[in-house]
């Protein structure tokens, strides 16, 4: 009895941490469509490219659901404005989320601009980035562009600790020690931290591209250097 009763809890208290609506949608510049409609505890994921149209259902499970509502809240989703746009952004992406639980409840969107520091000193760097990292580790797939865990970090955050470098671009990479100790592989070209991507990989040093506010609000894109950090004894 005592079991059936704490399995009928358990049972409950997953299925809170289900919300009552999820829609949310995203386009990554000229990329498919992708969006994600609550139906139930199941998600429809479709994936849109000009008139064609794939659907697809996912049932995430009660630890992901429970997952990712810890993440919104860390991330402070519920604060996140109705609508962002800027017409000189690097990044050409829209976007939308509709999202409510029987306590929460947000509505966004925005077009080529995301939720960030710049509008809400409260909210974590790269908040857009950890909302899409929330996405994918409930779905098991990427929504949007693939989003990597280095990407919500600041490149001064980062430490490099060892290269790659080839004749073969395709076998080039760099290895980042993030500020907890994981260290986290980026291939050439791929994003290092918020807004950089590694550009360069040299036998003791890396070039990266990273794209920056200019004196007037203008994005502009920069060379970094970083060299690989001494090892610990």
Do not use: C
Not at 8 to 26: G, H, M
Not at 48 to 56: F, I, L, W
Request: net charge positive; no cysteine; glycine share 6%.
């Amino acid at each position: 009895m005592r079991l059936a009763l704490l399995l009928l809890v358990w049972s409950v208290s997953s299925f809170a941490q289900v919300p009552k609506v999820l829609v949310a949608t995203i386009q990554p510049g000229l990329g498919p469509a992708q969006a994600l409609q609550l139906d139930g505890t199941t998600l429809v994921y479709t994936t849109r490219v000009g008139p064609n149209v794939e659907a697809q259902k996912i049932t995430p499970t009660p630890a992901q659901w429970s997952a990712f509502r810890r993440a919104l809240d860390a991330q402070k989703v519920w604060r996140w404005h109705g609508n962002y746009d800027k017409s000189n952004a690097p990044d050409t992406t829209t976007w939308s989320l509709k999202l409510e639980y029987a306590d929460r409840s947000v509505m966004a969107a925005g077009a080529a601009a995301f939720p960030d520091r710049s509008t809400d000193r409260s909210l974590p760097k790269y908040a857009f980035n950890r909302y899409q990292l929330a996405l994918q580790e409930l779905i098991g797939r990427s929504f949007g562009r693939g989003v990597k865990p280095i990407e919500v970090f600041d490149l001064s955050e980062l430490k490099l600790v060892a290269t790659h470098p080839s004749e073969n671009e395709t076998e080039q990479w760099a290895d980042f020690r993030d500020p907890r100790g994981k260290v986290h592989r980026a291939l050439l070209h791929e994003p290092v931290g918020g807004r950089g991507k590694l550009a360069q990989v040299n036998r003791s040093s890396v070039s990266l591209t990273v794209v920056v506010k200019g004196p007037k609000g203008e994005w502009q894109e920069q060379e970094r250097i970083m060299q690989v950090s001494p090892s610990k004894k």
